[in-house]
């Protein structure tokens, strides 16, 4: 097998290498001073995998350490699914040939970083329903190319690297020269975005304007972004079902469009419309005059009064009367009138497909998701699929597409890590290699749009208490947010500042024994249970592509105070070939039992036809990054919440300087999870009565 690519940082370059060791029978192969088990079914191509967990790796250029050797074969290197690599249009023209429908959904920027930050929110729950893509729109009034967070290049930037959302970007023509364009186009590019929606776009004023060196035609912007970038980038048009509102005739703009279509547009998206036949007869239109690509609906589900006529008023479209006689009589109920708007776009959406014609729908959001989600819903178009490509979320920017492999510290907090190694050039593909310096970069502004809670301070602080009185009133926040119920005040703690989000599915399956210790002081972060081969179909820790199997090392990080430290360690004397240890205060001073900075695989999975796949580590390097980041938390999320030098503020400081980041890993994952039973010989030798 050729050798392993090198993996490129700001700050070094660093060879993947193995993981650990996978034995070629039952038993353990013995890597330094831990064991790695493996169930009997796992076996290596190659028998030089057995000693490779032996050879070190080492940075290029040192003399220390052996290289392994660059022939032995890998285990885990996985065939990473086709979709990943698969360009829009691909995965258009593949759920066409297959007779899947699809569909997807359109924002515009916010006005206020707020808005951004309950956008980026919205992406997350509706990509979770599974769209081929979103689209952003473009607003020259908003400064649309800029680095603002309301920018519509960085709304769409965020979409694809931090949501893994497969996005268009709108960009027109109006109030920007040729040179303008190419930059914009250019940052686009920079940004991982791969795909436009080239329109005229709308006057500013009543009239057109003609910009001095610019285009005034959506067909002028195709051929300047086929001319400038070739192929790069997947383009899409507008099409008009009744024609454009300034065109001369019907006839006459639809040849407008085949003209997009031939200066090299891939796909139409149409102006939204009010009846099924309006949508057909283009169609059909479109048909007759040659054009082939996909032509996808607009779909507007009707959800207020006063955004239908601004709609209606910007895109130049009248309402049906018989819309509007049903509703004029309740225009003052949104309730009523949104339910009117799902039950009459539920039947559209049902015409549609059951025309034959329509290969996927496209819908007007308004940066709303109660209708739309319904209609889909309805439709049985909604995907909530419970299995993930891998165990964390994936990017969807074209530099990161072969990342199959991260550390788990960052598990509840992926856009911070997709932030943080940004700059890399490359990413692990197959291994995640060990290294002096991995080069993250750093953290500092911890109020990042996309990193923001979603709760404002008033939230925070019903969850987290107004004022706190000790340590144990911190415990008692953690204990609540595990078991879901209503704290003291009445309100129920939904988020951490390591975890922005809801429990994870899989926490279920450890909810009481978490509960227990936090209730006691290790206040759980990020944890995972131990699995041995469940199917990836499992609708908790199933992940990967059918006909699979997962495991799982139990895995368990927490903060906990100096003395409880103190016993851990005594602690975990008896178990020192069973259990992997990194201990860490603010300072950095660090206590670990992992030999020679080697990553620990704690995630794999074994799939048909392919090699292992290790997508999760436990890596002692990048734990000392996270640090810092976890650390900081307790004072940028929490401790700020209050005034300065005030008890509750202390209290967080206090934790903060004091206490200590411990994770743990059980390695014997074929058993029952021993990591309880370690917590528990720590609390009961801290009941013992000191010695005289």
């Known amino acids: 097998m050729a050798e392993l690519p090198y993996m490129s940082h700001p700050r070094g370059r660093v060879r993947p290498h193995g993981h650990c060791s996978w034995s070629l029978g039952k038993g353990s192969q013995k890597t330094g ?17 057995a000693n490779e967990a032996r050879s070190s790796s080492s940075l290029e250029g040192s003399s220390s350490g052996s290289e392994g050797s660059k022939d032995s074969s890998r285990c885990s290197t996985p065939v990473l699914d086709a979709e990943r690599h698969e360009r829009l249009r691909e995965k258009m023209h593949r759920r066409m040939e297959s007779g899947d429908k699809w569909f997807s959904l359109e924002f515009f920027p916010p006005r206020t970083a707020q808005g951004a930050v309950n956008l980026i929110s919205r992406f997350d729950r509706m990509g979770a329903g599974g769209p081929l893509f979103v689209d952003v729109t473009w607003h020259p009034a908003g400064d649309p190319g800029a680095d603002k967070v309301t920018s519509s290049m960085i709304i769409a930037n965020t979409a694809v690297d ?8 709108h960009m027109t023509c109006c109030h920007q020269t040729q040179d303008e364009i190419t930059s914009h186009l250019h940052k686009a590019k920079r940004l991982g975005l791969k795909n436009i929606l080239a329109l005229r776009g709308d006057p500013m004023g009543d009239e057109w304007e003609d910009e001095e060196n610019g285009f005034c035609h959506a067909v002028d912007l195709v051929k300047h972004i086929r001319s400038e970038f070739g192929d790069y980038f997947d383009i899409c048009v507008a099409g008009y079902p009744k024609g454009h509102p300034e065109a001369a005739s019907f006839e006459e703009d639809l040849q407008h469009l085949k003209e997009k279509v031939s200066a090299g547009a891939d796909f139409i998206i149409t102006q939204l419309f009010f009846q099924v036949d309006t949508f057909l007869n283009f169609v059909k239109a479109c048909t007759a005059i040659g054009i082939t690509c996909p032509i996808l609906p607009g779909i507007f589900p009707i959800q207020g009064y006063h955004s239908l006529r601004q709609l209606v008023k910007l895109s130049k479209l009248e309402v049906p009367q018989e819309i509007k006689d049903v509703i004029e009589p309740i225009k003052d109920n949104d309730a009523a009138i949104r339910n009117y708007g799902i039950e009459l776009a539920v039947a559209m959406c049902q015409e549609l497909l059951a025309s034959g014609v329509v290969p996927g729908l496209h819908f007007y959001t308004l940066n709303r998701e109660v209708a739309t989600v319904e209609v889909l819903k309805r439709l049985g178009m909604w995907n909530e699929d419970p299995r993930r490509p891998l165990p964390w979320a994936v990017s969807a920017h074209p530099k990161r597409r072969v990342e199959d492999v991260r550390p788990i510290f960052w598990a509840s907090r992926p856009k911070s890590y997709i932030y943080r190694t940004q700059a890399w050039d490359e990413f692990p593909n197959g291994r995640w290699g060990n290294s002096s310096s991995p080069a993250f970069g750093e953290l500092k502004d911890y109020y990042l749009f996309c990193l923001t809670s979603k709760c404002p301070r008033e939230e925070l602080l019903k969850m987290w208490g107004e004022e706190l009185t000790s340590e144990e009133s911190v415990f008692k926040v953690f204990a609540y947010y595990l078991s879901g119920e209503p704290n003291q005040s009445g309100h129920r703690v939904t988020c951490l500042p390591w975890n922005d989000e809801p429990l994870a599915a899989e926490t279920s ?20 249970p131990n ?16 006909g699979g199997y997962v495991f799982q090392k139990a895995y368990l990080e927490f903060f906990t105070s100096s003395e409880t430290v103190a016993a851990l360690l005594q602690v975990l004397k008896k178990y020192e070939l069973r259990v992997n240890y990194h201990i860490v205060n603010v300072k950095g001073e660090n206590i670990t039992n992992a030999p020679d900075l080697q990553p620990n695989a704690v995630t794999w999975g074994i799939f048909p036809g392919r090699e292992i796949i290790q997508p999760t580590v436990v890596d002692p390097v990048s734990f000392m990054f996270w640090k810092d980041e976890a650390f900081a938390l307790w004072i940028e999320q929490w401790g700020k919440l209050y005034e300065e030098e005030s008890p509750s503020r202390m209290i967080i400081q206090y934790i903060h300087d004091n206490y200590h980041l411990v994770n743990l890993v059980d390695n014997e994952f074929p058993l029952d999870n021993c990591l309880w039973q370690v917590l528990e010989d720590t609390f009961e030798l801290l009941s013992k009565p000191a010695p005289q």
Do not use: H
Not at 509 to 528: A, D, F, P, W
Not at 531 to 537: E, L, M
């Open 531 to 546: 699995i041995n081969g469940k199917p990836s179909t499992d609708p908790i820790v199933g992940w990967g592509p059918s």
């Open 162 to 169: 931090y949501c893994g959302l497969e996005t268009v970007l």
């Open 509 to 528: 399956l450890m909810k009481e024994e978490l509960q227990k210790v936090n209730q006691r002081g290790i206040l759980t972060i990020n944890s995972q």
């Open 33 to 49: 001073s831990l064991y790695f088990s493996v169930p009997s079914s796992i076996s290596c191509r190659n028998p030089a995998m």
